[in-house]
């Protein structure tokens, strides 16, 4: 890749592309608009100052001489003001995924969706892990796929977790099997309407071939007419209707419905995965596998062996007969009534965070009596109030950090309860992350 290419974003992202850039014989510019930066510690990252160079706070389009592409971070609006420099000079945006996709080899198995992506996408991972012996787990989940794509061959597999941000700007990203999962309200603080968020999801399909295939919920409308018109091959998966040919439940069982055969995964007493929601993952990761040629012996074995992932309705600790558990990826109201969906009992909620222009009423009218006290932190902690006002719940208290409001839980807890932090709002504002919020909401819990 003798090019060079402008990577916009110094964060995880920018950094693993900028490495894949330079190991491919391109050169860098590393830009990013915060002008505060040090220059210094972001070429420390890269190690590689003869072929890098950092620009920092506005672009201009003299800054641009023999650039031939642009690489941009996930967490980058195409609306940011440095964009249309990069228009008006015609110059190409790639996703960090496109990059990477653009250098790997092997199968890849591609999965979006609003909510469930991150637990579908471990699953998948374990029952590939077991079948293949090449196997990379990449993209939203925590490793970058620029940093894996020069590691994979002609017989590895890749499962990516695919955000709706990384979609915006492919070109020939083309996975093998694609999944999206479920599509509810989300970051329409970038996306503007749901059908621009639905359009780019979608987007996920829009090289597949028709020798590949992509897995949608039968139970989302918009999905199930989106499959309907699908190039590659549309399997479904359902948790609220039987389906001749897919995956659906049969009373406790998730069966595999396929040319009149009936295949049980597993009994949802034998799993460790709980809610709903997490059955729906679960097929969900079966008929990626299943497409991806596991044998269902392997996949079976997986499923009943996998645990929570981390930060996704995790256990954390019984203190004084009252459980504790970390919910702090629930970043939306969607995923944040699956969590209360998938409590046994009454339930004590610590929510709020940064305002992503989202609704919360039908979270509020999820608690349905289950929610006993609602402590509230973040920006949104007063739009939230007023919400659940207007729905009859005014047990919510405020509270200043996370140390408070579990201090708060455990005061007003009996015995039974159960403490659930899930936010229904993104971390930022007062965290870095979703993963820093739950692990400081584990250490406040431990440390009881």
Request: net charge negative; hydrophobic share 40%; proline share 3%.
């Amino acid at each position: 890749m003798n090019q060079k290419i402008l990577v916009a974003g110094s964060g995880k992202s920018g950094i693993a592309a900028s490495r894949l850039i330079l190991k491919t014989g391109g050169e860098v510019i590393l830009y990013d608009s915060n002008a505060a930066l040090h220059k210094e510690e972001l070429l420390g990252r890269l190690g590689e100052e003869e072929s890098v160079s950092v620009l920092l706070g506005e672009l201009k389009k003299e800054d641009l001489t023999d650039v031939s592409l642009c690489v941009i971070s996930p967490g980058i609006s195409m609306d940011a003001p440095f964009v249309s420099v990069l228009k008006e000079a015609d110059i190409p945006v790639w996703s960090e995924i496109q990059l990477a996709y653009h250098h790997a080899k092997g199968k890849l198995a591609a999965i979006t969706g609003t909510n469930g992506k991150t637990t579908t996408t471990a699953l998948t991972g374990e029952i590939m892990k077991a079948h293949y012996d090449q196997v990379f787990v990449v993209g939203n989940i925590g490793v970058p796929y620029t940093e894996e794509a020069l590691k994979t061959g002609g017989d590895s597999v890749t499962v990516a977790e695919i955000s709706s941000f990384q979609l915006e700007t492919i070109t020939d990203f083309r996975p093998d099997v694609s999944a999206i999962l479920n599509i509810t309200p989300d970051h329409l603080d970038r996306h503007k309407t749901m059908e621009c968020y639905i359009e780019v999801k979608e987007r996920i399909t829009s090289n597949q071939r028709p020798q590949d295939s992509c897995i949608l919920n039968f139970d989302d409308p918009v999905l199930r007419e989106f499959g309907a018109a699908l190039t590659p091959k549309a399997v479904y998966f359902s948790s609220r209707q039987f389906l001749e040919e897919g995956y659906c439940m049969e009373g406790d069982r998730i069966i595999w419905n396929h040319n009149g055969e009936k295949t049980e995964i597993a009994n949802i007493h034998e799993i460790q995965l709980l809610g709903r929601h997490n059955h729906e993952n679960i097929m969900a990761a079966a008929a990626i596998s299943a497409q991806m040629g596991v044998p269902m012996d392997v996949i079976r074995k997986v499923v009943r062996e996998f645990k929570a992932v981390e930060h996704r309705i995790e256990f954390v600790a019984e203190k004084a007969g009252v459980k504790y558990f970390n919910d702090s990826k629930g970043t939306n109201p969607d995923a944040a009534i699956q969590a209360i969906k998938a409590m046994p009992g009454p339930t004590l909620l610590i929510a709020g965070g940064y305002d992503k222009n989202s609704q919360y009423d039908e979270w509020i009218e999820s608690f349905d009596g289950k929610v006993k006290y609602m402590v509230l932190l973040g920006q949104t902690r007063e739009k939230i109030a007023e919400c659940a006002a207007r729905h009859g719940f005014t047990n919510v208290m405020y509270a200043e950090d996370m140390q408070e409001a579990v201090k708060v839980c455990a005061s007003y807890a009996n015995r039974g309860d159960h403490v659930l932090l899930s936010p229904a709002c993104a971390s930022w504002g007062m965290f870095k992350c979703y993963e820093e919020r739950g692990e400081i909401f584990k250490e406040c819990v431990r440390n009881m």
